[in-house]
């Protein structure tokens, strides 16, 4: 199985502009998660979904959506970008939101914002 | 307040040898932290969970230590490969959260031929 995909690969994007990261899971998990990873930090929540018809906001969730209209798709989108959005972004899901449950992640999306 | 501090930051190590990564953290309640492997341009895998009651586990080459009374893990790699260089990442449980966790910033490791 493909587990998790996101797309695209990478993207160079100019400030201002919007865009939709993907991510679709092909385990049939409930929970699903979006990170963003920065030089010396460790991964920050953005958003996530418990299950399908349900978000909620992350450690970091400003100038981010969500939309969780199944289970296999959760995809991030960014109204109007800013540099301050160039990062590496990672899906993942789990089976559920119980804090011992892995998370399972994709291969990331490589964002630049110019 | 709740931290996940890991070190060192960075490590080198040959082909062979040992080695022993940190991770210290300050949260409470603690219920159990993971170590997570990430290969460079890849998302972070799973290599093992300790829960409040253990105290070693073995996967493989690796094996994870948990002191709660300390509030410390180590990771310890035996007989290191290169397929092993990576950041290596200890996660914790935020307490005050059902769903999201603290991630440390990593170990890079790095094992030379």
């Known amino acids: 199985t493909a587990g998790i995909t996101q797309a695209p690969t990478s993207q160079i994007l100019a400030a201002g502009r919007s865009m939709t990261l993907r991510c679709t899971q092909d385990m049939r998990h409930n929970a699903m998660y979006w990170y963003r990873q920065d030089l010396g930090l460790g991964l920050r929540l953005i958003h996530y979904?418990?299950?399908?018809?349900?978000?909620g906001k992350g450690e970091v969730p400003d100038g981010y959506s969500v939309s969780r209209a199944n289970t296999d798709d959760f995809p991030l989108t960014l109204a109007s970008a800013v540099p301050s959005q160039t990062s590496v972004y990672f899906c993942?899901?789990?089976?559920?939101?119980?804090?011992?449950?892995?998370?399972?992640f994709g291969p990331g999306t490589r964002l630049t914002v110019l | 307040k709740n931290q996940v501090e890991q070190s060192p930051q960075s490590l080198i190590i040959l082909e062979g040898k040992n080695c022993t990564l940190q991770?210290?953290?300050?949260?409470?309640?603690?219920?159990?932290l993971r170590w997570y492997k990430q290969d460079t341009g890849r998302g972070p895998v799973s290599l093992t969970i300790m829960t409040f009651s253990e105290n070693t586990k073995s996967n493989g080459r690796y094996t994870a230590t948990l002191d709660a009374d300390t509030k410390q893990s180590s990771l310890h790699i035996t007989a290191s490969q290169l397929s092993d260089s990576a950041s290596y990442i200890c996660v914790v449980p935020r307490p005050d959260s059902n769903y999201q966790l603290i991630w440390g910033a990593g170990t890079k490791l790095i094992i030379k031929p």
């Open positions: 993942a899901s789990s089976v559920g939101t119980r804090l011992f449950n892995e998370q399972f």
């Open positions: 991770c210290n953290y300050t949260v409470s309640p603690f219920s159990n």
């Open positions: 979904s418990n299950t399908a018809g349900t978000t």
